[in-house]
């Protein structure tokens, strides 16, 4: 039903018809866009792919190859070092620098202070290294979509990459979730993990004007894909 | 002229009171509580957090059991994954599984998979959780057992340790830290403990069997992480230990969520009160619309 709304409304302002008709028009419409309907479809047009995903012989060394019980090949399990650089989402048009970020004296996480930047949070485990990364990245600016406007569209079986020590380490998202930040489940997103694993986290559902912050998050959960 | 202004003008009203039915029945939604406008696929927050997995991993702790094939198939799925010879002291690393029931068969090493198994049970993995399934016991009276693994995050950025019990010469066994905590007494074989919390770094360990001759072992702790010490029969006599690192998480968690967002894209829906003012001046606008479109007629 969203679809047809958007040609219509054009196809009809041409004419211009009388004022009280327009009022009542527009009211329409601003009341079907407070609603969120069609946000999907209003945001950033899908940015083409950077070049197709450069699987290295081993994305990950620290991966899991299901199979091997305990006697594993000992080879490419050299582990990645430094910090993360970049994450990409080839399929979302997410490609964006990584900083670190820290907490603020209440013990919270800090945003990135650039829209267009993500981050990682540096306190805890970096991405490749056994436990969960947390990365963290704006929904929108006041002029607009930030980094992770489209961080939402994702779903199972998406693959999300991160650069660190000069290779791309490749996730696979099992799972997202949207929670009202007061009811944040730190457990699931922090807790300890058997492997590497990664979640990134922006905003979401209604935004609270009058403390300008949105009331909830979204949290997507990923697992490091087992080397190739 | 007059035909040409009013046709367009008939259309506009019907799309509008069309738009407008939308509209208010999106705003009904929204003040209910119910759309879910950035990620309709998002379970409810009510339900629990779901990430997507949950963890399963297998362990070999029978001493006088050959080696076996283990395999596990999702419920209803027609390709199980197989881990070929396991061996006495093998556990194996955790798999990332989807959430639901799995079976889970041991076959002697080298069977054909269409043979019976000489074991077989079930794991219901529920999301965010751990298990390991071990074959526990001695070979005369071997069973599959399904622990329940507690990963969650250690207090105070400390170290969680349990012992895990696989060793028939020391029936029973007291493990503890030289200098410092007991991780465990009197623990039986083919059992497992409790996690302790043990503060991160190294420690000597002292396992002493009922009786029988003391063995040391050294292991390494960090802050956050979650660990088994499996207790294992030394191929040349007496005990020997592998500490597993279950999971590892960070030491300091930040506190609630993220402000990730200035709301740029935000819609006035956020304000209820908005919404209804707009839907009243809508339906307002409506009315007067239609009163007009009555009276040129």
């Known amino acids: 039903m969203s679809g047809g709304r958007g040609p219509a409304v054009r196809r009809h302002r041409r004419p211009r018809p009388p004022a009280t008709a327009l009022v009542a028009f527009g009211a329409a419409i601003c009341l079907a866009a407070g609603s969120g309907v069609g946000l999907a479809t209003t945001a950033r047009p899908p940015v083409d792919p950077p070049a197709a995903t450069a699987s290295a012989p081993s994305p990950l060394a620290a991966g899991r190859p299901p199979g091997c019980a305990g006697e594993c090949p000992p080879a490419a399990r050299s582990a990645p070092r430094g910090q993360p650089t970049r994450v990409r989402v080839p399929r979302i048009g997410l490609d964006a620098p990584l900083a670190v970020l820290g907490l603020d004296r209440s013990g919270a996480l800090v945003p990135p202070a650039d829209f267009d930047v993500a981050g990682w949070y540096g306190g805890g485990p970096a991405p490749g290294d056994p436990g969960p990364a947390v990365l963290a990245g704006h929904l929108d600016s006041r002029q607009g979509p930030a980094v992770f406007a ?75 894909e087992p080397a190739a | 002229m007059h035909l040409l202004r009013t046709a367009p003008r008939r259309l506009l009203a019907g799309a509008g009171a069309l738009l407008l039915g939308t509209g208010l029945v999106l705003a009904a ?51 199980p994954r197989v881990f070929p010879g396991v061996g006495y002291g093998v556990l194996s690393d955790y798999l990332p599984l989807p959430a639901g029931r799995y079976a889970v068969a041991m076959r002697e090493a080298g069977a ?144 609630g969520g993220v402000d990730a967002g200035a709301g740029g894209t935000a819609g006035g829906g956020a304000r209820p009160g908005i919404a209804v003012g707009l839907a009243g001046i809508a339906l307002l606008g409506g009315l007067v619309l239609l009163r007009r479109a009555r009276t040129t007629w």
């Not at chain 1, 009811?183 to 979401?204: H, I, K």
């Not at chain 2, 991780?183 to 403990?193: C, D, I, N, R, Y």
């Not at chain 2, 191929?235 to 230990?241: A, P, Q, V, W």
């Open chain 1, 150 to 224: 489209r961080l939402g569209e994702l779903r199972a079986g998406d693959t999300v990459e991160v650069r660190r020590g000069g290779r791309w380490l490749a996730f696979r998202v099992t799972g997202a979730l949207r929670t009202p930040k007061d009811r944040f489940p730190t457990a699931a997103v922090y807790g300890p993990t058997p492997g590497p694993e990664l979640r990134l986290v922006t905003c979401g559902g209604d935004f609270d004007r009058r403390r300008g912050h949105y009331r909830d998050n979204v949290v997507v959960f990923a697992v490091a």
């Open chain 2, 29 to 79: 939604g929204l003040l209910t509580g119910t759309a879910t406008p950035v990620h309709a696929a998002a379970p409810a927050a009510a339900a629990g957090p779901d990430t997507g997995v949950g963890y399963v991993r297998l362990a070999h702790l029978s001493p006088d059991t050959p080696s076996v094939d283990v395999y596990l198939a999702a419920r209803g799925a027609a390709e």
């Open chain 2, 112 to 255: 054909p998979a269409g043979d019976p198994p000489v074991l077989t049970t079930e794991v219901a993995v529920v999301s965010g959780e751990a298990y390991t399934v071990a074959g526990v016991g001695r070979y005369a009276d071997l069973g599959l057992r399904v622990l329940h693994d507690d990963l969650s995050a250690p207090d105070g950025g400390r170290a969680k340790v349990r012992v895990v019990q696989a060793s028939v010469r020391a029936p029973v066994l007291d493990v503890a830290c030289a200098d410092g905590p007991t991780l465990a007494t009197g623990v039986q074989f083919a059992t497992t403990t409790d996690y302790r919390l043990v503060e991160p770094g190294t420690w000597r360990l002292r396992l002493s069997p009922g009786g029988g001759r003391a063995t040391e072992a050294e292991i390494r702790l960090s802050g956050g992480a979650v660990y088994s010490l499996l207790v294992l029969d030394a191929e040349d006599g007496g005990l020997t230990t592998e500490l597993r690192r279950d999971a590892q998480g960070g030491t300091v968690v930040p506190s």
